[in-house]
T-cell receptor, first 115, second 113 residues
Framework: AQSVTQPDIHITVSEGASLELRCNYSYGATPYLFWYVQSPGQGLQLLLKYFSGDTLVQGIKGFEAEFKRSQSSFNLRKPSVHWSDAAEYFCAVGATIQGAQKLVFGQGTRLTINP | DAGVIQSPRHEVTEMGQEVTLRCKPISGHDYLFWYRQTMMRGLELLIYFNNNVPIDDSGMPEDRFSAKMPNASFSTLKIQPSEPRDSAVYFC???????????FGNGTRLTVT
């Protein structure tokens, strides 16, 4: 079965600093991958997705992610964070298993921004 | 586009009571998902529908949970009887086609005392 690991439960960075959130997945074939962001009291909002093609994917709010098959990773990056980026970030891996669409989420990484 | 609409936003009930959560997906979306979010278990897929038909309910915890989608614009998740361990945030999400991104509602925070 596919699985997703986000090794960092909580990350704190200073405003203006660069950011990298880690995501590792386990799946036998080529998965499709997503990053979502969740602000307090809100649902999840899609940041970006990878299905195929260019392994560097651009998303909203200045985020990007790189798919590395050899490392089974899909890390999220942003060159300079803003205070409004403080939220919880979820990586998700999807796959088709016996005709059913399965989307599995990681445990999330909570991002705190220091002024 | 109003997005995925869930009601109520908050529900507080006593153990043993029936709870019904409601969801209106985005118009035209063929897929509807119910997720549960807790601190301990994160986001768990409970069930999903394609064109109003339940496809995979393997995540439904037990028989106390049931979900229906009588038409393309409405779905319910029912818990009967409710228990304190059902306390969580329940999210509904919809997607346009197979393998397209999910659009989430703002969730229903359920507290069972």
């Amino acid at each position: 079965a596919q699985s997703v690991t986000q090794p960092d439960i909580h990350i704190t960075v200073s405003e203006g600093a660069s950011l990298e959130l880690r995501c590792n997945y386990s799946y036998g074939a080529t998965p499709y991958l997503f990053w979502y962001v969740q602000s307090p009291g809100q649902g999840l909002q899609l940041l970006l997705k990878y299905f195929s093609g260019d392994t560097l994917v651009q998303g909203i709010k200045g985020f990007e992610a790189e798919f590395k098959r050899s490392q089974s990773s899909f890390n999220l990056r942003k060159p300079s964070v803003h205070w409004s980026d403080a939220a919880e970030y979820f990586c998700a891996v999807g796959a088709t298993i016996q005709g059913a669409q399965k989307l599995v989420f990681g445990q999330g990484t909570r991002l705190t921004i220091n002024p | 586009d109003a997005g995925v609409i869930q009601s109520p936003r908050h529900e507080v009930t006593e153990m043993g009571q029936e709870v019904t959560l409601r969801c209106k997906p985005i118009s035209g979306h063929d897929y509807l998902f119910w997720y549960r979010q807790t601190m301990m278990r994160g986001l768990e897929l409970l069930i999903y529908f394609n064109n109003n038909v339940p496809i995979d309910d393997s995540g439904m915890p037990e028989d106390r949970f049931s979900a229906k989608m009588p038409n393309a614009s409405f779905s319910t998740l029912k818990i009967q009887p409710s228990e304190p361990r059902d306390s969580a945030v329940y999210f509904c999400a919809s997607s346009l086609y197979f393998r397209t991104p999910l659009h989430f509602g703002n969730g229903t925070r359920l507290t069972v005392t």
